[in-house]
């Protein structure tokens, strides 16, 4: 039938065929990973608690008979900027022991805490603390300084040292308190303040130990 007949060339009325679905495609490769994201606010730190800033539990020695540091030495460096805030507060606590080897012998044993080459335990000045004693082979004493270290300005600090001396049961020897209100420091803010512990015994073959050194900052 030829086109005259139809009549009927309009596009809009012709059907195509369809034909099948395709298959799914492969998943495509990942992406690379984006930037990261902004660090997130700071924590409001926290209030009333303390961070051990040193702990040190390896026995050190001296038989020195002039003061001189433990082998190995007990010390610490407070990086600067640690006591920030005026009242902040350190805890330094040291432990010593010293067992006879002679009978009947008077010794004197001597030990301080060094602060930024100043002596504060004792007496908080430029002696150490002092202690003289008949001993029997054998004896053994322990001693203790704990020392509360308060900031009062960039540049002072206020001290108290509590000194104890137990024998092997425990048993209470002597005890000294001391308060150093104004000990100069170079500017916290900007400087390291060092903490070292020194001794002395003057018998022969005996052998003064120091047991601890820990060092706890109170955080206000």
Do not use: W
């Amino acid at each position: 039938m030829g086109c005259e007949a139809c009549q009927d060339c309009d596009s809009s009325n012709v059907t195509l065929p369809t034909g099948q679905v395709g298959e799914k495609g492969d998943t495509g490769a990942t992406g690379p990973a984006g930037p990261p994201g902004q660090a997130g606010t700071p924590g409001v730190p926290g209030t009333g608690g303390f961070i051990i800033l040193h702990n040190d539990l390896a026995q050190s020695t001296t038989t020195s008979n002039t003061l001189a540091l433990f082998t190995p030495s007990k010390s610490y460096t407070l990086p600067a900027g640690t006591l920030s805030i005026d009242g902040s507060k350190l805890e330094l606590l040291a432990v010593l022991s010293l067992t006879s080897s002679d009978s009947e012998v008077t010794q004197n044993i001597e030990y301080q805490i060094n602060i930024g080459g100043t002596s504060v335990s004792g007496i908080l000045a430029i002696n150490p603390y002092k202690y003289k004693e008949v001993y029997t082979s054998g004896d053994i004493l322990h001693m203790k300084v704990r020392l509360d270290i308060s900031r009062v300005s960039r540049t002072k600090i206020f001290i108290t040292s509590d000194n104890y001396i137990t024998d092997l049961n425990g048993a209470p020897i002597e005890h000294n308190h001391f308060t150093y209100n104004a000990m100069g420091v170079a500017d916290l803010d900007n400087n390291d303040l060092i903490f070292d512990v020194r001794g002395k015994e003057d018998s022969s073959g005996d052998t003064l130990k120091c047991d601890q050194l820990n060092i706890n900052h109170y955080i206000i």
